[in-house]
């Protein structure tokens, strides 16, 4: 049993060197002159990453990986800086990849499934947005009918608390907005609250 924080050279003797196989135990097919003799090397022993001195790469290549592990592993076995820095940005892909892949969107909520409003009056209309710990979000709408620069929204400070204003100019369009969060790992969500756009006179709907 290999034990949490084990070395490379400890992983390799005492778990990898047991996947050894035996020349009838092998599934490949070697070319004319060639068999598992040619490419059975017990004594081989790799580099351990965890052994690389710093002291024994070039400015380059720290220059160009900082403190990446692997990129300088590479750089230094293979001599190519540039094959490094790959394997830096294949490394960066894929962690970017596992958090998208886990990003849950925003949430939006509102304790009113209807807007109501009369026209030339200002109308106030609250909603939440929350996300993941750490995720950044803006929040955008649409459907509003024109002119546009009769509404705004407004967050209340840093909570989820955001209120809309708007201020209808007419009730003879069909009006149908959403309010739409996107996160910073490109999820979103949508809320879509029915509105009722009264072009009340005298005070009577």
Known sequence: Q?????????????????WQIASDESLFHYSNGKNFSSFYRPSHEPLFADELDPSSLSTEVLDACGTNMECRYDAFQTGSVSFGQSTSQSQDTFQNTEANAANLPPVLSAADTT????????????????DSPGDTFSVELSGIPPPTNEYNITRISNSAMHIFHWTP?????????????????????????????????????
């Open 2 to 18: 290999i034990s949490n924080g084990s070395s490379e050279r400890t992983i390799y003797h005492s778990f990898g060197q047991t």
């Open 115 to 130: 807007l109501h409003a009369h026209v030339g009056n200002l109308v106030s209309y609250m909603f939440t947005v929350t």
């Open 169 to 205: 100019s007419n009730a003879s369009s069909v009006v149908r907005l959403v309010f739409q969060a996107n996160d910073s790992r490109g999820a979103s969500a949508t809320l879509h609250p029915m509105v009722v756009v009264c072009g009340c006179q005298n005070g009577h709907e």
